[in-house]
């Protein structure tokens, strides 16, 4: 299987926990803190590494603390680093509110060296990218390097993916360049100015923006699942259960790594589907973004039994 090439960012998770998010101006008391391993990028090149998928990981890291963790869990999973190294600014964090009651969360994002990476980045891993099944990356770093190795993957014929995340305001000519788009609610209704409260209105956004020129939308949608439509058919994927919700802070994260896998294996749009289904179900299962990331032989035993 040629690799998966995952452009985007790690971070520090910084993640407190209490029985309810604080409202602005307000100081809770917690019910605790954990330290890991997060960014989208960084969390979906885990996903995939942990699925199976040989999986690279393009990025900027300070010389710090938090590099140190970041290559350790990379090594766990998998993951083959392709870093540069910035010695001029620091490895990324970020601050996850956790409602342990309902594993609602908020999170700020800084991403500090991966905040510097640049089109110079991407063009020194040019014939990484040319040689992938998967090219996909996110928002969390620059846009300007995202356009530039999806143009590179593109006309290399490799699958694009473009999850984004978080929401922000797009140049028009970068939805030709993807093969799928990957938003959820929130980020569909940013990028096309329509309401996404209900699966008609989904199925609304999704055609807005393949009138953009994206090839398909797999837009999750939490709960109920994925819709899937592209110009001739849709589909709805319902989610499938692992057990008991404890954290959903990974699950889009999940989700798009386990697509990544089932796609640079040549499963048909279906069961690729199913695969990110499954991968999100184990992952919200579990505390933690990178940490809750199934392994897969557990997806493969999910699927079998679902």
């Not at 640049?118 to 014939?127: K, N, P, V």
């Not at 990356?137 to 300007?144: A, C, F, R, S």
Request: glycine fraction near 10%; charged fraction near 20%.
């Amino acid at each position: 299987m040629k690799p998966i090439v995952n452009l985007g960012i790690f971070v520090a998770d910084c993640a407190f926990r209490s029985a309810r998010l604080p409202k602005t101006g307000e100081t809770i008391l917690g019910n605790s803190f954990a330290l890991g391993p997060g960014g989208k990028g960084s969390n979906q090149a885990v996903a995939s590494a942990m699925a199976g998928g040989k999986t690279h990981f393009i990025t900027r890291l300070g010389n710090d603390d938090f590099a140190a963790m970041a290559d350790g869990i990379w090594r766990k999973a998998g993951v083959v680093p392709e870093v540069t190294v910035d010695h001029e600014s620091f490895t990324g964090a970020a601050a996850i509110l956790v409602d342990d009651s309902s594993g609602a969360n908020a999170i700020i994002v800084t991403p500090g060296a991966a905040g510097r990476i640049t089109e110079a980045d991407i063009e020194a891993r040019r014939a990484l990218i040319e040689d992938a099944a998967v090219f996909i990356t996110q928002l969390e770093q620059p846009i300007p390097p995202a356009l530039r190795g999806l143009q590179i993957a593109k006309a290399a014929g490799v699958t694009t993916i473009l999850n984004p995340a978080p929401a922000a305001e797009l140049p028009s000519d970068i939805f030709p360049l993807c093969d799928y788009l990957t938003p959820n609610e929130s980020e569909a209704e940013l990028l096309t100015g329509l309401p996404v409260t209900t699966h008609a209105e989904a199925e609304k956004a999704a055609d807005a923006l393949l009138a953009k020129g994206v090839g398909a939308v797999v837009m999750t949608l939490g709960g109920n699942g994925a819709l899937y439509r592209d110009k001739t058919r849709s589909m709805h994927q319902p989610i499938i259960s692992a057990g008991q919700v404890a954290d959903t802070t990974g699950a889009g994260d999940a989700f798009n790594g386990g697509f990544c896998v089932a796609l640079a294996e040549g499963q048909p749009v279906e069961q690729a589907l199913r695969f990110a289904a499954a991968t999100a179900g184990i992952s919200v299962t579990r505390r933690g973004a990178a940490a809750s990331m199934p392994t897969r032989a557990e997806i493969d035993a999910l699927l079998a039994r679902s």
